[in-house]
């Protein structure tokens, strides 16, 4: 996570146990953390939940951490383990709570078309709709990395602290998954232009 980041003094006050320091921490880092949450699950009334437990988690196991000049990735893994963790509970759970949302979801979607400022703005939320349902058509695995390499900018070197592999391993990994996406894209192509032509 790029920005500012928390000064080391304020990493180890937190593990020795002093809560305001925590707090300050959870402060500092709570609005990239559910940004990346956000971009990893794709459900954001759930979002909040998942970030909840990815402080709980670092509440419990601050005392694990290495040292304070690797805390950002730490964080990083912490917030990705809880996104899978949510992704499976999910796969478990195939029943949806589409019905409990649905009228709520009819009314922010009316309030959103009403309330759309311009062409530009649209043009965007399609680009990223595209981009998510192309994302949703790979594996869990190959959406969050290259989620966290596309979307979230990390570079290699800081991909390589949260997935413990090295450098060739993930730039093979990153190859493939941009592959099985082109793949997915190739695709989606061909359906729209055979649902053209069948018209």
Known sequence: MDGVHPADSLVRRARKGDDEAFNELVQAYRKR??????????????????AQEVFVRLYFSLQQLRS?????????RLTVNAAYDYLRRQRRRPETRMADLSDQQMLLADAAEGTRICDEQERKGR??????????????????????????????????????????????????????????????????????GSR
Not at 161 to 179: D, M
């Open 68 to 76: 304070p000049d690797v805390f950002e990735p730490w964080l990083y």
């Open 127 to 196: 680009l990223r709709d595209f981009v998510r349902s192309l994302l949703a058509e790979v594996s869990e695995e190959d959406r969050i990395l290259l989620t966290l390499k596309e979307i979230e900018g990390l570079s290699l070197k800081e991909l390589q602290q949260i997935y413990g592999a090295s450098e060739n391993a993930l730039k093979v990994r990153l190859f493939r998954a941009r592959r099985r996406v082109l793949r997915a894209y190739r695709r989606s192509q061909a359906a729209a232009h055979n649902q053209v």
């Open 33 to 50: 953390i559910l940004g990346t949450i956000a971009r990893l699950i794709g459900r954001p009334e759930d979002v909040e939940d998942v």
